[in-house]
Nanobody, 122 residues
Framework: VQLQAFGGGLVQAGNSLRLTCAAS??????YGWFRQAPGKAREFVAA????????YYGDSVKGRFTISRDNAKNTLYLEMNSLNPEDTAVYYC??????????????????WGQGTQVTVSS
């Protein structure tokens, strides 16, 4: 199983960006996005887990980011709007079979992509 994330880049504050995560191999119960800024811990961004209750978002991105998945293409997306400099980080896609209480936790995911850098300038 492999996950490959791409779509990151340098954007100005207020603009939008869409990240893509192409998956190969088996399917999982939950797919998520996490991010890590320099000197900070990995942070939960969003997850999509139909059998867990649907979509979950971190408080800092709620209302601005949207997670979605094309099941036919086995591809995960993260649409990011109204970006601000605090969104600057390496973004990772992940897949796994977490129980509901671990949907927002990195420990709930067994497979990770390589990360894609998002930089938002002010």
């Amino acid at each position: 199983v492999q996950l490959q994330a791409f779509g990151g880049g340098l954007v100005q504050a207020g603009n939008s960006l869409r990240l893509t995560c192409a998956a190969s191999g088996r399917t999982f119960r939950s797919y998520g996005w996490f991010r890590q800024a320099p000197g900070k811990a990995r942070e939960f961004v969003a997850a999509l887990c139909p059998s867990c209750g649907g979509k979950y978002y971190g408080d800092s991105v709620k209302g601005r980011f949207t997670i979605s998945r094309d099941n036919a293409k086995n591809t995960l997306y993260l649409e990011m709007n109204s970006l601000n400099p605090e969104d600057t980080a390496v973004y990772y896609c992940a897949a796994g079979n977490p129980i509901v209480s671990y949907v927002r936790a990195s420990e709930g995911y067994s497979t990770w992509g390589q990360g894609t850098q998002v930089t938002v300038s002010s």
